[in-house]
């Protein structure tokens, strides 16, 4: 079986040790968050790409519970 992973992409490259130039990203990044989720962007952001070495094991038992009442309800 294949699988898929979401994943959430955003990043800055910074230098390292520059303990100034991360913290400056750090905020950005926070600042770039809450602006996607103040506007209604973050689903923008999530991205569907192949997880090849993903098994059954690495889906979050969440959303299988929620797999599981949706066949329930099915078979009603």
């Known amino acids: 079986m294949k699988y898929k992973r979401l994943t959430l992409d955003l990043g800055y490259v910074v230098r390292a040790g520059d303990d100034q130039m991360i913290q ?8 770039d968050i809450m602006n996607a989720v103040k506007y209604d962007e973050l689903f ?3 991205d569907v790409v192949d997880a090849p ?4 094991a690495d889906i979050p038992e969440f959303l299988l ?3 599981e009442e949706q066949e329930e309800l099915a078979s009603y």
Request: proline fraction near 0%.
């Open 44 to 46: 923008d952001w999530i």
């Open 65 to 67: 519970e929620t797999e």
């Open 53 to 56: 070495g993903a098994t059954e």
């Open 24 to 31: 400056h990203a750090k905020e950005a990044f926070y600042e």
